[in-house]
């Protein structure tokens, strides 16, 4: 069976470790109504999160923390989402996603129907801080 | 202000720790059309996953683990589904969401549209196993 995770990076790559890679989501509409959406994407192709040894489950939820801190330190969201689905592609990853009062979909998950308009032009402007700016930060934050 | 999950249990109550709870979600919708859904509901009000000490962080997600393993040993799940959100309760928990490709809403988020009709009388009865008897392995699993 192909997997997509398995064949491709998933998205830009922003870290890459000997067990996983944080991508961040920058095609489509998911990028443009949230466009600090990141993902841990395991690079072994397992699908569940308890198929990982106790310390790659540690590593794997130690490295979900540190993309969150940088999320909160640097973006201020109203709330961050974390969430590993896989119901279409059943390789391990997790959703890290900066949530906003003002985005097209809060208070609702990114998965249901809009609340309101997109921001024109797309989402990205309205962040406190350039995107690369926060990619550098989780890159440092998970190198360290 | 006032917090729901400060406030009540939050659910079926399937095993206290000092730390933390597990519910089984027992009321409306969710319920009917996904029966396995529990949550991991921290006893303290924290919103955020890194809000937690990591040896905190490590037990919540050893425990979100455990209730995976018990649902993928005991219903044969097509895939399991985590996510923290949060938006419209910020006080931490976790859903915990066994999901079978004959539910009404796979292989979309629970939160998405659904995808076919519900399953008549509801999809419990569809389980591989009684959910008292998931709840009782819960129990046993965490307690270990």
């Not at 997997?3 to 491709?8: A, G, I, R």
């Not at 489509?28 to 072994?44: H, K, M, Q, T, V």
């Not at 569940?48 to 801190?69: G, K, P, Q, T």
């Amino acid at each position: 069976m192909s997997c997509v995770l398995c064949d491709s990076d998933g998205g830009l790559i922003v870290v890459r470790t000997e067990k996983f890679r944080v991508i961040r989501v920058v095609d489509g509409e998911e990028a443009r109504r949230f466009p600090a959406f990141y993902r841990l994407i395991w690079n072994d192709h397992v699908a569940e999160f308890s198929d990982l040894s106790v310390a790659d489950r540690h590593a794997c939820m130690d490295a979900v923390a540190e993309i969150e801190r940088v999320l909160r330190s640097l973006l201020h969201p109203t709330k961050v989402n974390l969430a590993a689905l896989g119901n279409v592609v059943p390789h391990l990853h997790w959703h890290v996603i900066a949530r906003f009062d003002w985005d097209s979909h809060f208070p609702a998950p990114v998965w249901a129907a809009a609340q309101r308009d997109e921001v024109p032009g797309g989402a990205a402007a309205r962040l406190a801080q350039p995107l690369v700016a926060v990619d550098a930060a989780i890159l440092q934050a998970i190198s360290r």
